[in-house]
């Protein structure tokens, strides 16, 4: 089999760049290892919003770069970060005439796009018919339309490699080893966010205490076969995520509180305390950073979200998707007292240790000096609320990883580099499987479907460029 183009991968970033590539007179093919019609994948399992760090992807580049900078504190590679910023509207405009269809949703941040049919935020999830979705179908009918070709069932197992450039892929399809001889591979797979090996190698070494919020497909084996031919790896240490309700990882059958309810809002006026009693982080940066931070403590399953009456019939209700009532309606743990003696006891945590960290917050945030407390309590974009209102609540947490961060580099035509900054012939990346637009304290997360999105333009039309 001959093709000009392979994508590896059938989310939005792989099918995308093929549609792009058959625009610009390229025949090209998308690989997918489901053999399922409406196979599981990151890019159908997304809520679908779509963002560049949490702001609107049509704002003029200019704009957009300074929010990069700002946000990944000039960690991002400043090329591929200013092409990213450049093309994101274009992206979104060439979407629509694709077919694909969104609304515009607030965000705490700012106005994001949200793919339409929009989801219902139900728990579970919830994707049959929703935006992403019907947009992958979209573009899979577009490709075949265009004369190019979607070939299911199809796990590719290496790149073809011929005096160091990619000259195609051995694919497994039918339990038969096939070579698929082409002139440009692009790599669009996905992060690796459900191999606990490369989590444990790249992330944390407690990677079997993280409920993987992700498609069981997103195992990382473009990236490795991407090394195997000589490219560049870089960019790991963090990950997008959320603090999640603990009972999804050991307790059976509660799978249904993921990807919702969202516990950010809650961890963002509470306190997170181990079983001694002490806070763990500062709960204050945010619900990724402290998916993160959790996830580098020597006990993830450990940890346990503190508040009262006041955060649980407030900030708990705010949102399609609060902890409240979605905790109660899903039969999850949630610990009640009249006062902390009794709730220390029931969610295993040493009563004076707690009642200890209790009256210190409360003291700091009378006094307007939490953000001086050990560790520091972040009081922007949300200020702690006191625990002084019973009854108390307690959840018991951990992480949640969705996607991954670090992978492929790439330049601003999407072509893999090698270590000493060439490029690999041939060999192209695109999606959550590239590194290059993330970083910082915040671990400023870029944003899956925005990454798919533009790079899987930038992908095709560098190909183009490579004749």
Same mark, same amino acid.
């Given at each position: 089999?001959?093709?000009?183009?392979?994508?590896?991968?059938?989310?939005?970033?792989?099918?995308?760049?093929?549609?792009?590539?058959?625009?610009?007179?390229?025949?090209?093919?998308?690989?997918?290892?489901?053999?399922?019609?409406?196979?599981?994948?990151?890019?159908?399992?997304?809520?679908?919003?779509?963002?560049?760090?949490?702001?609107?992807?049509?704002?003029?580049?200019?704009?957009?770069?300074?929010?990069?900078?700002?946000?990944?504190?000039?960690?991002?590679?400043?090329?591929?970060?200013?092409?990213?910023?450049?093309?994101?509207?274009?992206?979104?405009?060439?979407?629509?005439?694709?077919?694909?269809?969104?609304?515009?949703?607030?965000?705490?941040?700012?106005?994001?796009?949200?793919?339409?049919?929009?989801?219902?935020?139900?728990?579970?999830?919830?994707?049959?018919?929703?935006?992403?979705?019907?947009?992958?179908?979209?573009?899979?009918?577009?490709?075949?339309?265009?004369?190019?070709?979607?070939?299911?069932?199809?796990?590719?197992?290496?790149?073809?490699?011929?005096?160091?450039?990619?000259?195609?892929?051995?694919?497994?399809?039918?339990?038969?080893?096939?070579?698929?001889?082409?002139?440009?591979?692009?790599?669009?797979?996905?992060?690796?966010?459900?191999?606990?090996?490369?989590?444990?190698?790249?992330?944390?070494?407690?990677?079997?205490?993280?409920?993987?919020?992700?498609?069981?497909?997103?195992?990382?084996?473009?990236?490795?076969?991407?090394?195997?031919?000589?490219?560049?790896?870089?960019?790991?240490?963090?990950?997008?995520?959320?603090?999640?309700?603990?009972?999804?990882?050991?307790?059976?059958?509660?799978?249904?509180?993921?990807?919702?309810?969202?516990?950010?809002?809650?961890?963002?006026?509470?306190?997170?305390?181990?079983?001694?009693?002490?806070?763990?982080?500062?709960?204050?940066?945010?619900?990724?950073?402290?998916?993160?931070?959790?996830?580098?403590?020597?006990?993830?399953?450990?940890?346990?979200?503190?508040?009262?009456?006041?955060?649980?019939?407030?900030?708990?209700?705010?949102?399609?998707?609060?902890?409240?009532?979605?905790?109660?309606?899903?039969?999850?743990?949630?610990?009640?007292?009249?006062?902390?003696?009794?709730?220390?006891?029931?969610?295993?945590?040493?009563?004076?240790?707690?009642?200890?960290?209790?009256?210190?917050?409360?003291?700091?945030?009378?006094?307007?000096?939490?953000?001086?407390?050990?560790?520091?309590?972040?009081?922007?974009?949300?200020?702690?609320?006191?625990?002084?209102?019973?009854?108390?609540?307690?959840?018991?947490?951990?992480?949640?990883?969705? *996607?991954? +961060? @670090? %992978?492929?580099?790439?330049?601003?035509?999407?072509?893999? /580099?090698?270590? !000493? &900054?060439?490029?690999?012939? $041939?060999?192209?990346?695109?999606?959550?499987?590239?590194?290059?637009?993330?970083?910082?304290?915040?671990? *400023?997360? +870029? @944003? %899956?479907?925005?990454?798919?999105?533009?790079?899987?333009? /930038?992908?095709? !039309? &560098?190909?183009?460029?490579? $004749?």
């Amino acid at each position: 089999m001959q093709f000009d183009v392979v994508a590896i991968g059938g989310g939005f970033a792989g099918l995308i760049a093929a549609n792009r590539c058959a625009q610009l007179g390229l025949r090209a093919v998308v690989l997918e290892k489901e053999s399922g019609e409406r196979y599981l994948c990151n890019s159908r399992y997304t809520t679908g919003i779509a963002h560049i760090l949490f702001q609107d992807m049509r704002l003029p580049g200019g704009q957009l770069l300074r929010i990069i900078e700002k946000g990944t504190e000039g960690e991002a590679a400043p090329g591929l970060a200013r092409a990213f910023a450049e093309n994101s509207r274009r992206a979104i405009e060439w979407l629509v005439a694709e077919g694909g269809k969104y609304i515009m949703v607030n965000a705490p941040t700012g106005k994001s796009i949200m793919l339409a049919p929009p989801r219902r935020f139900n728990q579970g999830l919830d994707w049959e018919g929703r935006g992403a979705d019907f947009l992958l179908r979209t573009l899979e009918a577009n490709l075949r339309k265009r004369g190019s070709s979607f070939m299911r069932g199809a796990a590719v197992q290496a790149l073809a490699m011929t005096n160091g450039t990619c000259v195609g892929v051995d694919a497994l399809i039918e339990g038969k080893l096939e070579r698929i001889e082409a002139r440009a591979v692009i790599i669009a797979d996905g992060g690796f966010s459900s191999n606990r090996d490369m989590v444990r190698k790249y992330i944390t070494p407690r990677a079997d205490s993280l409920l993987i919020r992700a498609s069981h497909t997103a195992m990382g084996d473009g990236m490795r076969m991407a090394e195997e031919a000589g490219a560049k790896l870089h960019g790991f240490g963090a990950f997008y995520g959320h603090p999640v309700h603990r009972d999804a990882v050991t307790r059976p059958g509660h799978r249904m509180l993921w990807p919702f309810p969202m516990i950010d809002p809650i961890t963002q006026v509470g306190l997170v305390v181990t079983p001694d009693g002490k806070r763990v982080a500062d709960e204050g940066r945010g619900g990724i950073v402290l998916a993160n931070l959790l996830a580098q403590t020597e006990d993830p399953l450990g940890a346990t979200l503190i508040f009262d009456d006041v955060v649980w019939n407030t900030v708990a209700r705010k949102g399609p998707a609060a902890g409240n009532p979605m905790i109660l309606k899903s039969g999850a743990t949630l610990h009640q007292a009249s006062d902390l003696t009794t709730l220390a006891a029931n969610a295993g945590i040493s009563a004076s240790g707690l009642q200890a960290t209790v009256n210190e917050l409360n003291g700091a945030i009378a006094d307007g000096t939490a953000e001086s407390l050990t560790p520091r309590r972040t009081m922007k974009p949300m200020a702690a609320m006191p625990v002084s209102t019973p009854p108390f609540y307690a959840i018991p947490i951990c992480s949640g990883i969705t *996607a991954t +961060m @670090g %992978g492929i580099a790439i330049d601003t035509d999407c072509r893999a /580099l090698r270590p !000493e &900054g060439s490029h690999i012939p $041939g060999l192209f990346a695109a999606g959550s499987t590239v590194a290059g637009l993330e970083g910082g304290s915040q671990m *400023a997360y +870029m @944003g %899956g479907l925005s990454k798919a999105f533009v790079l899987g333009l /930038l992908s095709a !039309e &560098g190909i183009a460029r490579a $004749g």
